[in-house]
């Protein structure tokens, strides 16, 4: 008899089912003093072997078969639940940012999911940012600006994820109502020596600043990016310079909150 072959919409969702994808957290720092305000979850899906399935393998397939809503599911209440953990077993106070995809942040009954997992999970609206790259919002603005509007409503934050690769619109810009622009990580790759990339990465924290919005730099690997960002007003960053995305065992076992660093950084 052959073995039963499964389409890869099944496989994820007995993955799913069978509680084989983790979450791993990504420390968010304060560049004004390199200290851990905050964590993005990153999910992964362990397979044999010790290999680890990144989301960019993954996503776009859970997108395409359905499963994504899901599993989106699954990492917001996974994820909230562990920040609120954290804070009552350690006393570690984090913010959190959860990546939300095309289909999921227009599924209809987003808004109510989220609003019944954070009433389970007790972690304040406040303390919670979606993430949606710019193509997602700008796909069909208008509907994007009202469930933004019903995400704010119920406290979350909003930030607009790899900014500058995507199509994005100015005029919608000064319309959506996110708190946060995040450079994407290929404008810093190349900080402090390419001048292309420097003129972009002043221009669009001075494009945020003007309207009033957050910047945090992703993919800051070196001081010397971290340093240049600072200088230009940068507010937050995140990159393999303060922590790579960590399992949650692993990560609070690191986290010191009293310097808040990761202990493995400071020695
Ligand atoms: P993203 O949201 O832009 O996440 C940042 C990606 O950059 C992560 O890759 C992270 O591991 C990587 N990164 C962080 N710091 C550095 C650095 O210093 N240098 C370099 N080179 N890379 C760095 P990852 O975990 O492979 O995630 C890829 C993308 O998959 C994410 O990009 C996000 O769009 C998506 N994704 C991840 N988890 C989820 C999820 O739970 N739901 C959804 N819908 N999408 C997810
Ligand atoms: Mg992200
Ligand atoms: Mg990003």
Redesign the pocket.
């Known amino acids: 008899m052959h073995p039963r072959r499964y389409s890869t919409g099944q496989r994820l969702a007995r993955a799913l089912d069978f509680g084989e994808f983790c979450l791993h957290y990504q420390p968010v720092v304060d560049l004004r003093n390199d200290r851990i305000v905050g964590v993005e979850a990153l999910c992964r899906w362990p397979q044999s072997g010790n290999v680890v399935g990144l989301p960019d393998a993954f996503i776009p397939q859970a997108e395409a078969s359905g499963v994504i809503i899901a599993l989106g599911e699954w990492v917001f209440r996974t994820a909230t639940e562990q920040v609120h953990r954290w804070e009552t077993q350690y006393g570690i106070r984090l913010d959190l940012a959860v990546n939300l995809s095309s289909r999921q942040f227009l599924h209809l009954q987003l808004v109510a999911a989220i609003e019944d997992a954070l009433r389970q999970a007790s972690l304040a609206p406040g303390r919670l940012e979606f ?1 949606i790259t710019e193509s997602v919002a700008m796909h069909n603005a208008e509907d994007s600006i009202g469930i933004m509007r019903q995400l704010k409503h119920l406290g979350i934050s909003l930030a607009l ?2 900014f500058g690769t995507g199509y994005s619109s100015l005029s919608y810009l000064k319309r959506f109502p996110i708190d946060k622009i ?1 450079i ?2 290929s404008f810093v790759h190349d900080i402090p020596n390419d001048a292309n990339d420097l003129a972009i990465v002043t221009a669009i924290i001075a494009m945020a600043h003007a309207l009033g919005l957050q910047v945090q730099a ?1 993919g800051v690997e070196t001081k010397a990016q971290a340093d240049f960002l600072r200088d230009c007003g940068c507010e937050l960053a995140q990159g393999f310079l303060y922590g790579r995305a960590l399992p949650a065992a692993d990560f609070a076992e690191a986290f010191d909150p009293h310097l808040g660093i990761l202990r493995s950084l400071s020695a």
Do not use: S
């Open positions: 993430e994820d790899d995040k994407d990580k992703e």
